[in-house]
């Protein structure tokens, strides 16, 4: 029987992020789901549902609630990416002062892969015009 990585590209992201000067390899997939959600405590949906309601402020004061969500989709994107790790040891190695770039990174990806509900109805819409 064949591999699936002898048919097809399985390794369809080559993003990383920056920790401690290292690139780390991440990825967002299905499994970046389940990741978030053991990282974030809640579902995915409610995570998302919290980070909506983050990215609408328009100042962000860095408080527990905020730092577990930025940790929780780090955390989701690097485990994805394939590296082991867990959401204390992760969080306890990115420096404040990386914070920042490391989550907007973390952002790219899944801004960059994640679908939203209009998405799949534009998917549909496209599908019925033809």
């Known amino acids: 029987m064949a591999k699936l990585s002898d048919l097809i590209n399985t390794k369809t992201d080559n993003k990383t992020i920056t920790i401690q000067g290292v690139k780390i390899p991440v990825n967002f ?17 409610q995570f998302e549902k919290d980070l909506n309601i983050l990215m609408k402020r328009k100042t962000v004061q860095m408080g527990t609630k905020e ?11 690097v485990r994805s990416g394939g590296t082991e790790t867990t959401p204390e040891e992760l969080a306890g190695s990115i420096g404040f002062n990386e914070i920042q770039s490391v989550w907007s990174d973390a952002m790219a990806v899944f801004n960059d892969s994640y679908f939203q509900p209009e998405d799949i109805s534009k998917l549909k819409d496209n599908k019925a015009k033809k």
């Open 67 to 77: 730092l577990k969500l930025i940790n929780s989709l780090i955390y989701g994107v």
């Open 29 to 45: 997939n299905m499994m970046t789901l389940e990741y978030v959600a053991e990282a974030y405590g809640k579902s995915f949906s």
